[in-house]
C-alpha cells in the first residue's frame, strides 16, 4: 500500500472545542467533514487518548471553528501539541461563546453540533452531530490542511488521523 496517496485526500484545520465541567477547552482537528445538508450533520473524528474526547463524551455537544489563511497559526499549535488535561488552552486564546459553546475568535466560521451519533474505531470516535448554529465570523480563506504544511510548513502530532510514521 502506497500510503502517500493518503496526502492526495483534502481537509480544512480546525479547532474542535467544548466544555469541560464549566472551563472551555478543544483540540486542532482536520477530519471533519459535512455528512447530509438536510437535516445539517457533520462528522469529526477525535482520538481516544485525547482529553477532548472525553469532554465531547460527557457535554454532547462540540463547536467547529474553522481557521482561515489569516487565523495566528500560534493556534493551531496551542490546540494541537498541548493537553486540556494539563492546561487551559483558552487563557492563550480569544474567544467567543455562540450557542453555549466556546468558539475561537479568530476563526473565519463556526459551526455547533450535538451529538447525535457516534462510531468507534480502534484509536478514534467519529462523533456525528446535528447542526444547531453556524456563521461567518470574518472575511477569510479557509485555512487548507495542504497550506498547512506548504506555506505554515506544519506538522501533525501522533493523534492526528493522518499521521504516516
Ligand atoms: C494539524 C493538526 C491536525 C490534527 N487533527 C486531529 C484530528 O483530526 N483528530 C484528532 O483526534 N487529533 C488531531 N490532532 C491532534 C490533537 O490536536 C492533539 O493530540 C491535541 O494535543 C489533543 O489535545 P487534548 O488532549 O486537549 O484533546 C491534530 C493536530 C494537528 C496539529
Keep these: 500500500m502506497n500510503k502517500s496517496a493518503f496526502y492526495q485526500l483534502s481537509y480544512g484545520v480546525y479547532v474542535i472545542s467544548t466544555w ?54 500560534g493556534i493551531i499549535g496551542t490546540f494541537g501539541f498541548k493537553s486540556g488535561k494539563d492546561c487551559n488552552k483558552f487563557d492563550e486564546v480569544e474567544h467567543t461563546v455562540k450557542e453555549y459553546l466556546p468558539v475561537v475568535a479568530d476563526a473565519c466560521a463556526y459551526i455547533v453540533c450535538e451529538v447525535v451519533d457516534k462510531m468507534e474505531t480502534s484509536t478514534h470516535t467519529v462523533f456525528l452531530g446535528k447542526v444547531l448554529d453556524a456563521d461567518i465570523l470574518k472575511k477569510d480563506d479557509p485555512m487548507t490542511y495542504a497550506y498547512y504544511h506548504n506555506v505554515i510548513k506544519g506538522k501533525s502530532p501522533k493523534n492526528a488521523p493522518t499521521y504516516i510514521e
Design 20 to 73: 469541560d465541567k464549566g472551563r472551555a477547552t478543544g483540540c486542532t482537528a482536520n477530519s471533519a467533514m459535512q455528512i447530509t445538508s438536510s437535516p445539517a450533520t457533520i462528522a469529526v473524528s477525535i482520538n481516544h487518548d485525547n482529553y477532548t474526547n472525553q469532554c465531547i463524551q460527557d457535554t454532547g455537544k462540540f463547536a467547529i471553528s474553522i481557521l482561515g489563511e489569516h487565523s495566528s497559526p
